[in-house]
């Protein structure tokens, strides 16, 4: 009798719209195609430290396709190989990565299949190397993974930044004012860049390009002058004034990356209505960005990508992400994921494509 394979799923990081879509076309795929059975670990690495999961039936993943956030839920906190241990009221950090591999095996997994951005596809390209058969979904609204053309997340996340930038139009124009849109995106700028073209913001801020605050001012004062007595700018929280940092909204210690940011905003609208006199106000998007159902899109991508990670497990094609490139699923090794986030290149054809209708991006 033909042992029965076993796969297991975790999803890491920041959640976004279509992690369930994912879990669901990875579990469906698997338990119908290839009789195989699924584990759902729960709350990211943590679950795999401390032996929390549990059995994903065919009927577990009916009817979350639409469903925001993850079944399993997630953390940004757990590091196997930078645990964060309280003792004697202090914070410190464990290498616990043996317990959890033996963890592992003891589960007997034909593979452990990871839900995640950089930061969880590092730790899981680490678990690769230390023998865990490891594959990579790229998660994330940030879309700033190495590798392939787009994140399930992205779509989403655009979709409800547009929204937002559409209603702060109707307020800006009814008041005659500078409004600006902070977005989410981390240290990359793909989410203010697609928003921003999408909603038709007259200034767009990302943190490749930083900005000088005069010729912000400057392309205001000039739309006024046209008649134009508004001015929508969205900007990437990551963004940054040439000669200057990014603004920090928060640190949290036992983060792998503990750094939050936040609030550059309301530091940019200060100075915007001191230069011009005009008045501002500031919208930060935040959270808003990760929470709800898919896009359409997402729903398809997602679907797409956990059918494509199925293959792979029966190809063995350990130590590598599915992706995405000119539109075919591909594949991608773990080790080219995990040398850091992808940035927005300076030649991008939409950045081209902005500038060309008079969209100003702060240089
Ligand atoms: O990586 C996703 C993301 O939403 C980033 O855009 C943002 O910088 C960060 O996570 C926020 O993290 P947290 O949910 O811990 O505040």
């Given at each position: ?175 005659h004012r500078i ?38 001012a400057?392309?205001v004062k000039?739309?006024n ?47 915007i209505e001191k230069i011009t006199g005009l008045e501002t ?83």
């Amino acid at each position: 009798m033909k042992k029965r394979k076993r796969i297991a799923i975790l999803t890491g990081g920041g959640d976004c719209p279509g992690m369930n879509a994912v879990i669901r076309a990875v579990t469906k795929r698997a338990i119908y195609e290839k009789d195989m059975e699924v584990i759902g670990i729960e709350d990211g690495y943590h679950g795999i430290v401390n032996n929390r999961y549990r059995r994903l039936t065919y009927n577990d993943v009916s009817g979350i396709l639409t469903l925001g956030g993850t079944i399993l839920g997630t953390s940004k906190t757990a590091n196997p190989y930078r645990y964060p241990v309280k003792r004697g009221g202090q914070l410190e950090f464990q290498d616990v990565s043996k317990r959890a591999i033996r963890n592992m095996n003891k589960l007997d997994l034909t593979c452990l299949v990871c839900i995640g951005g950089d930061g969880t596809l590092g730790i899981a390209y680490r678990l690769f190397k230390d023998g865990i058969p490891v594959i990579g979904l790229p998660k994330t609204i940030d879309n700033d993974l190495r590798g392939t053309d787009i994140t399930f997340g992205f779509d989403s996340a655009v979709s409800i930044a547009t929204e937002g930038i559409d209603r702060i139009h109707t307020t800006a124009q009814s008041h005659h004012r500078i409004m600006i849109v902070e977005v989410m995106g981390h240290r990359a700028g793909w989410v203010a860049l697609y928003s921003g073209i999408a909603g038709g913001g007259d200034i767009i801020l990302i943190p490749e390009i930083p900005y000088d605050t005069n010729s912000i001012a400057a392309k205001v004062k000039e739309r006024n002058k046209k008649g134009k007595r508004f001015s929508i700018v969205v900007i990437a929280e990551g963004a940054k004034p040439k000669g200057g940092d990014v603004v920090i909204q928060r640190i949290v210690k036992e983060s792998a990356d503990p750094i939050r940011l936040g609030g550059i905003g309301f530091v940019l609208g200060e100075q915007i209505e001191k230069i011009t006199g005009l008045e501002t106000r500031t919208v930060v998007m935040g959270h808003l960005l990760r929470g709800g159902p898919p896009t359409p899109f997402d729903r398809i991508l997602a679907t797409g990508l956990g059918t494509k990670a199925v293959d792979m497990i029966e190809h063995k094609q350990f130590g590598y992400m599915a992706g995405v490139k000119q539109n075919s699923l591909i594949t991608v090794p773990l080790e080219r994921v995990a040398k850091g986030p992808k940035t927005i290149p300076l030649n991008h054809p939409m950045i081209k494509a902005a500038r060309s209708i008079g969209t100003c991006f702060g240089n």
